[in-house]
């Protein structure tokens, strides 16, 4: 059934809440009692959504072949689930999936909720790894040990592949753990944990080390650089010194870069044009921006336009390559 047809069905013969521009491919379910879809989210091809409450925010994506299954599913916004991606078990009353915003989960990742797993905005789930909320097979009752506890990841957490997370476990914000490694007990925020079991090898202020004003620059040069090569091999022609043009089959866009303190918004702004700020932007600057239909993607203050261009949407995605993941403001 395509997707136009299949939204109506589900609000009209099931009652879920269905935003717009929501997409469901071939083979593709979602199955519960209360489901709230928000605007753009994408269900991929033969994957499978099913719990008692579904709730999806906007710009939000579940890929091909995954099986999400829990009695509650909360998946925060510009989330993404990438390719088979398992995530179910045992149920229980409490049991609880909780992926926040800008969050992503790689392929063939292995999540059992049966106990509530939360994970935090901008974290990141690496392909193969799994996280575990209970640890049973063997009789209690002949002294074998039985384990059920949640697992909780903060903010802003990166678990590169193949990282096996122990029930009762909990990851402090802005912390990383290392390739192969076994997380169990409490990792304090913004540390670096490697190891199995994993230990804490750095912790801040040593780690992450804060790179200068210069060093920013510079690195958000050699991104947009990255940036222009890429879309040139797409056959998108580029072309200006300090207003960057990009003509594609979509239209004609232009990318204005705010460097610092003293930069300034242009005279003159439309739907086409994209303003990159390395400084914050202020929110009368950002209601400039909105009257006139442009868009911007804040790097200092961390926020970006609600919506945005083709050229807007395809530099924040590049953006993430970098882990570069802006808040949508309204």
Not at 274 to 281: I, Q
């Amino acid at each position: 059934m395509p997707s136009a047809l299949r939204r109506v069905a589900y609000r009209a013969l099931l009652g879920y809440k269905v935003g717009a521009r929501v997409r469901f491919a071939l083979g593709s379910a979602v199955v519960g009692r209360a489901v709230e879809l928000d605007d753009d989210v994408e269900i991929g091809m033969l994957a499978v959504v099913q719990g008692r409450h579904i709730r999806i925010g906007r710009h939000s994506s579940v890929g091909m072949m995954s099986y999400v299954s829990c009695e509650r599913i909360e998946i925060g916004e510009d989330a993404r689930i990438r390719e088979q991606v398992y995530v179910g078990g045992p149920a229980l009353p409490e049991s609880l999936f909780k992926l926040g915003d800008r969050t992503i989960v790689l392929q063939q990742a292995n999540i059992n909720p049966t106990k509530p797993v939360l994970i935090g905005d901008d974290s990141g789930i690496g392909g193969h790894c799994l996280i575990f909320t209970h640890g049973a097979w063997l009789n209690q009752l002949d002294g074998y040990p039985v384990t059920y506890e949640g697992v909780t990841i903060g903010a802003s957490v990166w678990l590169p592949w193949r990282v096996f997370v122990m029930p009762g476990t909990t990851i402090g914000d802005g912390s990383v753990i290392g390739a192969n490694s076994l997380v169990s007990g409490t990792i304090p925020p913004r540390s670096l944990a490697v190891g199995s079991p994993a230990k804490v090898i750095r912790s801040a202020p040593e780690f992450p080390k804060t790179p200068t004003a210069e060093q920013r620059a510079a690195m958000v040069d050699a991104m947009l650089t990255e940036f222009d090569r890429y879309l040139a091999y797409e056959s998108v022609a580029v072309s200006g010194d300090g207003v960057r043009l990009y003509q594609a089959t979509a239209g004609r866009f232009a990318l204005h870069r705010l460097r610092g303190a003293s930069s300034t918004l242009p005279a003159s702004l439309g739907a086409a044009d994209t303003v990159l700020a390395e400084r914050a932007l202020s929110r009368e600057e950002q209601a400039r921006l909105t009257l006139a239909g442009a868009s911007w993607l804040d790097l200092d203050g961390r926020t970006r336009s609600r919506r945005g261009s083709a050229l807007t949407e395809e530099l924040a995605l590049f953006l993430g390559r970098y882990g570069i993941r802006l808040p949508r403001v309204d």
